[in-house]
């Protein structure tokens, strides 16, 4: 993830707007993203989180407002902009006859890609699916699956990728797995723009969040940034009870493999902890 705020943007949003005949959905929305970081679009069903992402995509056209992505006009240069982006949508779009591996091929194939074989090992290994890669799609679990469905938008390197939604519908582990993915796409150069409902996943993930709501942009910073909002918390001292998410993971393991017995010390997580 970037720190160095002076760069060109890798995607530049201003005063986009889009209604669906007497539904306004986009209001006028405004935010730049910086190249080599993960930008979290945060809010409810309906707040246009999607419909953004496919004018972003030059899937949909705005109604008024201006957008580049790589220094693309989505409006007048949809190839260039196609050219420099993945889209990932809320479903993995996986064909569930294939292994990974085949699947991994197949999309190499239809970019045209020197060496097809040899892109889908590099990535099932990037990805830690190289064992599994040898089994049908069908049998992986949510996790695996969204994980495949990501290394298949990174086939042929695109700088800019969008996810919308990446974790809808995945167990606790998958959520993790996918986390982790995102987390090595940034720290490897690529920039992430993600949508999300979930206020957990922009806080884990995001060097910067922005709150859509009712077709705009309401704020839009870091997390320190938005927290700052709101006045300081009184510092009190109370027994932490472990959450069912803690319960989950100490039993399953981080691996998925059930544990033999629940240490000691992470059942005493109910230490003193400030709030």
Do not use: C
Request: glycine share 10%; no cysteine; aromatic share 4%.
């Amino acid at each position: 993830m970037i720190t160095n705020q002076t760069r060109e943007p890798a995607i530049r949003v201003q005063g986009i707007q889009k209604s669906y005949k007497d539904l306004q959905v986009l209001r006028g929305v405004d935010f730049d993203v910086q190249p080599g970081s993960i930008f979290a679009l945060l809010g409810s069903n309906g707040a246009g989180k999607t419909t953004l992402i496919r004018i972003l995509s030059s899937l949909l056209k705005a109604d008024a407002g201006s957008a580049t992505v790589h220094g693309f006009d989505v409006a007048t240069k949809p190839g260039d902009v196609r050219e420099s982006i993945s889209l990932t949508g809320q479903f993995a779009a996986v064909d569930e006859v294939l292994t990974g591996r085949e699947n991994l091929v197949l999309i190499a194939k239809l970019r045209h890609l020197k060496n097809p074989g040899a892109v889908a090992d590099d990535l099932l290994a990037r990805f830690s699916l190289t064992e599994a890669g040898k089994r049908r799609a069908i049998t992986y679990s949510g996790g695996m699956r969204r994980r495949l469905d990501i290394a298949m938008s990174l086939i042929g390197n695109p700088p800019i990728i969008f996810l919308d939604e990446p974790t809808t519908g995945l167990d606790p582990q998958g959520r993790i797995e996918v986390w982790q993915t995102i987390k090595e796409l940034a720290d490897g150069g690529t920039t992430v723009l993600l949508t999300t409902q979930y206020l957990d996943e922009a806080e884990q993930l995001a060097d910067r969040i922005a709150i859509l709501h009712q077709g705009v942009i309401i704020q839009n910073g870091t997390l320190a940034e938005l927290k700052q909002l709101l006045p300081p918390a009184k510092v009190e001292y109370v027994e932490k009870q472990p959450s069912l998410e803690d319960v989950f993971l100490t039993l399953v393991g981080e691996t998925g493999e059930p544990t033999d017995a629940v240490p000691a010390d992470a059942a005493a997580t109910a230490g003193k902890e400030s709030r």
